[in-house]
């Protein structure tokens, strides 16, 4: 990793493009990666745009635990200032409520964890409920298209 020759610090600009450590110039913490915040509903569908999200910004490693926290000051430094800037695009992208929950986790993966702990389970309710509406369901006035996509969203 290339440094700045006065503060022997990494240069973000110097660092690829296709590295996980990398940040765009665009990034900055106040992002909002998906329209719609979590506010303890639809996780499974939240889960997977944050994960497109995150995926397309080369940070999807953050939250799976496939990059580990570096021992060398250096790295560490640069991991930390993603691992930072991934957190805040989790935060922003949760209710008030949730996100105070979650607000003092030491790294994106524990947030993430944290999040997949309590709203990953299944529901026996939830699923009774989810069971009782596609039984529920039914074609009526509506084109098969309308019809399918209902009961799609309903299986996700």
């Not at 979650?102 to 309590?118: G, H, P, S």
């Amino acid at each position: 990793m290339a440094s700045s020759a006065s503060t022997g610090h990494p240069v973000n600009n110097q660092i690829d493009s296709s590295n996980p450590l990398y940040i765009h110039p665009s990034d900055h913490p106040g992002m909002l990666l998906v329209s719609k915040l979590f506010d303890g509903s639809g996780f499974g569908a939240w889960k997977r745009a944050i994960s497109i999200a995150l995926s397309a910004k080369n940070k999807l490693c953050f939250i799976n635990g496939e990059i580990q926290i570096p021992t060398d000051p250096i790295q560490h430094q640069v991991w930390q200032r993603c691992n930072d800037m991934v957190i805040s695009w989790l935060l922003n992208a949760l209710s008030k409520d949730i996100s105070d929950s979650v607000l003092y986790a030491q790294t994106a993966q524990q947030i993430w964890q944290e999040l997949n702990d309590r709203y990953g389970k299944p529901n026996g309710a939830k699923m009774y409920q989810l069971q009782k509406s596609l039984c529920d369901i039914s074609q009526g006035n509506n084109d098969i298209a309308t019809y399918f996509t209902k009961i799609k969203c309903i299986w996700d």
